[in-house]
T-cell receptor
Framework: DAGVTQSPTHLIKTRGQQVTLRCSPK?????VSWYQQALGQGPQFIFQ???????QRGNFPDRFSGHQFPNYSSELNVNALLLGDSALYLC??????????????FGAGSRLTVL | AQKITQTQPGMFVQEKEAVTLDCTYD???????LFWYKQPSSGEMIFLIY??????QNATEGRYSLNFQKARKSANLVISASQLGDSAMYFC???????????FGSGTKLNVKP
């Protein structure tokens, strides 16, 4: 049973570029959340997708956008990259639309370095 | 607003001994869940244990137990019989029942010595 898979695992971009990160949720899950984890810190909530819609958003600028596809997979897009966007981006999945204190299953993350 | 505090940036423990990782939380909500995750150097967050705010008994999962003191708003993780493979970052997190958004602490780096 495959867990949450993310791609790419590592990538390097320069300031001002755009990046797209991809996530496939665990089998049976329909809700995908994205988190940003800066070096030495805990993950911070970016947004969550359910039924192809963004349900809630954390304190991140509009440069961060996302999408969920009919097969429940998701993309995170970041435009106009800044040095401060360098981080590990974690995708997490659950089921039931994200209601309740459900356990999140995380992927191994995509490590983005902005030069 | 919700907040998780982990005051131990790093901890050392001898193999086969028990260790307690501290976590305090702040919320005005009555319905919430508390979680502990382990993050090895590979980056993946691994779920360890869950405690609901209405659970009267402390949660246990194998060598992991959660010492839940609701009045003090603390949710400490106890790892018994530490193993070398337990060396990792440990994160405490909270989620409200009305929406599955996790608030994480800053983590504790545990090193298990042989």
């Amino acid at each position: 049973d495959a867990g949450v898979t993310q791609s790419p695992t590592h990538l390097i971009k320069t300031r001002g570029q755009q990046v797209t990160l991809r996530c496939s949720p665990k089998s049976g899950h329909d809700t995908v959340s994205w988190y940003q984890q800066a070096l030495g810190q805990g993950p911070q909530f970016i947004f969550q997708y359910y039924e192809e819609e963004e349900r809630q958003r954390g304190n991140f600028p509009d440069r961060f956008s996302g999408h969920q596809f009919p097969n429940y997979s998701s993309e995170l897009n970041v435009n106009a990259l800044l040095l401060g966007d360098s981080a590990l981006y974690l995708c997490a999945s659950t089921s039931g639309g994200g209601s309740g204190a459900n356990v999140l299953t995380f992927g191994a993350g995509s490590r983005l370095t902005v030069l | 607003a919700q907040k998780i505090t982990q005051t131990q940036p790093g901890m050392f423990v001898q193999e086969k001994e028990a260790v307690t990782l501290d976590c305090t939380y702040d919320t005005s909500d009555q319905s919430y869940g508390l979680f502990w995750y382990k993050q090895p150097s590979s980056g993946e967050m691994i779920f360890l244990i869950y405690q609901g705010s209405y659970d009267e008994q402390n949660a246990t999962e194998g060598r992991y137990s959660l010492n839940f003191q609701k009045a003090r708003k603390s949710a400490n993780l106890v790892i018994s019989a530490s193993q070398l493979g337990d060396s990792a970052m440990y994160f405490c997190a909270m989620s409200l029942y009305n929406f599955n958004k996790f608030y994480f602490g800053s983590g504790t780096k545990l090193n298990v010595k042989p």
